[in-house]
């Protein structure tokens, strides 16, 4: 059973920077694709990026392509995303999720999920 532990998220200007982080234990890290979610207040949960289990391969949302970056370290079984060029839309809560089957993960259909970390970003 993987536990996952979102950490990082805060309160931000416009045009800031976060870095969060997701830390898990409980499973073999290097086994799991990683993804990113976001919830804002009144709008459903949605994709925001994505890393499979080497690293090699990511994905991300159009809405943060280009300001957004994930990535993991499987030492330390840890990972990130890098949030730059934050907007007032980038506020939401952010999940971390991970799976062994990346079109589960992708789907929004995750075994593991963390708790969330808020992010808001102020105008």
């Known amino acids: 059973q993987m536990q996952l532990v979102e950490s990082g998220g805060g309160l931000v200007q416009a045009g800031g920077s976060l870095r969060l982080s997701c830390a898990a234990s409980?499973?073999?890290?290097?086994?799991?694709?990683m993804a990113w979610f976001r919830q804002a207040p009144g709008k459903e949960r949605e994709f925001v990026a994505y890393?499979?289990?080497?690293?090699?391969?990511?994905s991300t949302a159009n809405s943060v392509k280009g300001r957004f970056t994930i990535s993991r370290d499987n030492t330390k079984n840890t990972v990130h995303l890098q949030m730059n060029s934050l907007r007032s839309e980038d506020t939401a809560v952010y999940y971390c999720?991970?799976?062994?089957?990346?079109?589960?993960?992708?789907?929004?259909?995750?075994?593991?999920w963390g708790q969330g970390t808020q992010v808001t970003v102020s105008s």
């Open positions: 890393i499979s289990w080497s690293g090699a391969m990511t």
């Open positions: 999720a991970a799976d062994s089957v990346a079109s589960k993960l992708r789907a929004g259909d995750a075994d593991y």
């Open positions: 409980g499973g073999t890290f290097s086994n799991y694709a």
